[in-house]
């Protein structure tokens, strides 16, 4: 699989389908470097997504998974979100895997730190019906920061800055 058919197959049907009202564009790599991959607008919100591919998950616990951020990448989501106050959030595939990763995951993570970060997991064959309900949730609580745990909000901005 690549982050093109990810897309195609996983999630843009994940962000059109489900609600009325709901949009997802994906943006062409022709328009400015870092751009994220999509912008993703629920009824009256907007939030950037940059969506990665990794194959397989490190054999070993103690080995860093890499997501491929850009610079640019990360500079883009930076701008959007710390200065403008925007949505963003890196969308990754890993093996069968998807997670919700806050705008400002490092590039290469460690297992015990990506496990803190996420701020959704699913498997590939549930992405239809959870994906967009998990960003939604994310988005409209107004809290791109935020990790829902046992049904209470950690703010994640406080944890790392």
């Not at 994940?14 to 870092?34: M, N």
């Not at 610079?71 to 949505?87: N, P, S, T, V, Y």
Request: aromatic share 10%; hydrophobic share 40%.
């Amino acid at each position: 699989m690549t982050e093109e058919t990810f897309w195609a197959n996983h999630v843009k049907p994940a962000l059109t389908s489900t609600h009325f009202g709901r949009r997802a564009w994906k943006v062409g790599t022709s328009t400015r470097a870092g751009v994220p991959d999509v912008a993703y607008r629920p009824p009256g919100q907007m939030a950037w997504l940059e969506l990665k591919y990794v194959p397989h998950w490190p054999v070993r616990d103690a080995t860093p998974l890499t997501l491929g951020l850009t610079l640019e990448q990360r500079a883009h989501l930076r701008d959007w979100c710390e200065d403008d106050g925007g949505r963003g959030f890196v969308v990754v595939l890993v093996d069968r895997d998807v997670l919700v990763l806050p705008w400002y995951v490092p590039d290469v993570i460690q297992r015990e730190n990506l496990r803190e970060l996420t701020l959704a997991q699913m498997a590939l064959k549930d992405v239809k019906n959870l994906l967009a309900r998990e960003l939604d949730a994310l988005i409209f609580a107004n809290r791109g920061d935020a990790k829902v745990t046992d049904g209470t909000w950690v703010d994640l901005g406080e944890r790392y800055e």
